[in-house]
């Protein structure tokens, strides 16, 4: 089984600029998180899909981040403009839903430098 | 307000020996625990859990104690190999209508000395 998908792995941008994110969760999967990493931290949530529904975006940051889940499926973060103090790690997570989704699954996750 | 808690940033073992890795946290509403382990260039991996209900979970070589008057988990590790070395996070969860929103710990490099 496919666990969850991330691309880029690592990016390099300038600040002002705009960064996406591309996460394929694992197939069956309705739940699906981003998370932020800052270095020496733990994973901070952003925001958290149920399908194609933002059902907790109350952690992200909304006047230069966003994200979209189409079709419940694949998902999108995007940054736009970035500032230094994003860079960090984005980690993409998926769980099943209920008792059974107390297990999330982790990609590798993209690193974002801003330079 | 850091709600979840690893005050020890590193810790070294020898190999064969006990590893015990700590995790505090301050909201007695949390129900559910988990450990991660992640390596250099990967994302966390599942480990072991435990619900509030229970002081103990046990899966193979890894062992986690909960201790919920002091708010306090640990993780042991008997017998340490050199393919644990790697980084541990705990993360805390309050259920709420089936659904699990982590809090996670800053984490602990474990190095397991051969």
């Known amino acids: 089984e496919a666990g969850v998908v991330q691309s880029p792995r690592y990016k390099i941008i300038e600040k002002k600029q705009p960064v996406a994110f591309w996460c394929n969760p694992i197939?069956?999967?309705?739940?699906l998180y981003w998370y932020r990493q800052n270095l020496g931290q733990g994973p901070e949530l952003l925001i958290r899909y149920e399908n194609e529904e933002a059902v907790d975006d109350s952690q992200l940051p909304k006047d230069r981040f966003s994200a979209e889940r189409l079709k419940g499926v694949d998902s999108t973060l995007k940054i736009q403009p970035a500032e230094l103090g994003d860079s960090a790690v984005y980690l993409c997570?998926?769980?099943?839903?209920?008792?059974?989704?107390?297990?999330?699954?982790f990609g590798p996750g993209t690193r974002l430098t801003v330079l | 307000d850091q709600q979840v808690k690893q005050n020890s940033p590193s810790l070294s073992v020898q190999e064969g020996r006990i590893s015990i890795l700590n995790c505090d946290y301050t909201?007695?509403?949390?129900?559910?625990f988990l450990w991660y382990k992640k390596y250099p260039a990967e994302g966390p991996t599942f480990l072991i859990s435990i619900s509030s209900i229970k002081d103990k979970n046990e899966d193979g070589r890894f062992t986690v104690f909960l201790n919920k008057s002091a708010k306090h988990l640990s993780l042991h590790i008997v017998p340490s190999q050199p393919g644990d070395s790697a980084v541990y996070f705990c993360a805390a969860s309050r259920t709420t209508s089936g659904t699990y929103k982590y809090i996670f710990g800053t984490g602990t490099r474990l190095k397991v000395l051969a």
């Open positions: 197939s069956g999967h309705n739940t």
């Open positions: 997570a998926s769980s099943l839903e209920g008792l059974a989704g107390r297990e999330q699954f």
């Open positions: 909201n007695s509403m949390f129900d559910y």
